[in-house]
Structures are given as structure tokens and as C-alpha cells.
């Protein structure tokens, strides 16, 4: 009698291979990619002289509609704005200022007198070019 030998048995690797590069290019392209993380869609005023700013993410990113406000890309009613600015310990911290057009100028100095109260005056006005 001739004694059987097993062959063993491996996996098809190629059809593996090739659904885990269709399922990589698949979420590439389906991801969304921000440049900024903003909560408000605002309309910025335009400038035609200015200097470009780098925007490190040490910087504290406060957004300004006719209705919202927003901190460092997260909606936030206006009575919790002392809450956010008081926590923050670094007071040479940069502040940009992103402000709709359409903004009433009473809510953009009820901002501004806040970030004084709280000492942040290392401000920027942010605007499009």
C-alpha cells in the first residue's frame, strides 16, 4: 500500500490583496478633507492689502454670524463665552477673529469687551482676499 501524503492547503492571497487596496482607495476617496475645522459658514469681508497669516493650531479660532458663535470650531450660545475665555491661562495666546459681513456691530464689541476683560489682546481680524 502507497501511503497518502497531504498537500497543504494555503489561501489565495491575490483576490485578498486586491479587496484591501479597493476598500483603501475606496475611503480615500470618500473622505472629506477640511482645511479648517470652522462651525459657521461666514461671509468675510474682502481686503485688497493685508498680510497673509500662517494659522498654527495654537491659535484660538473664534467664529462670529448674525445669530451663532462659535470657539475653536464648536457652536456655543453667547452666555457660555465667559465660561470658554476664563479657562484659558495663556494670555499672549493669538485670537482670530472670523466675523460675518451681515454682523451688528453691537455683538462684535460685546465679543471684543469679553477678550479684553479676559486679557486676550493678541487679536486678528480675519478676512478674504
Known sequence: MKKRTREALSPELTPLIDVVFLLLIFFMVSTVFKKDELA??????QTSSGEQSETPQENLV???????????????????????????????????????????????????????YYELTNLSLITDQ
Open 40 to 45: 459657521l459658514l461666514l461671509s468675510l469681508p
Open 62 to 116: 473664534i467664529e462670529l454670524s448674525e445669530n451663532e458663535l462659535a470657539i475653536g470650531g464648536k457652536k456655543i450660545e453667547v452666555e457660555e463665552l465667559d465660561a470658554q475665555l476664563k479657562v484659558i491661562t495663556d494670555k499672549s495666546r493669538p485670537v482670530d477673529l472670523r466675523i460675518d459681513k451681515g454682523v451688528v456691530y453691537e455683538r462684535i464689541v460685546k465679543v471684543l469687551d469679553r477678550l479684553k
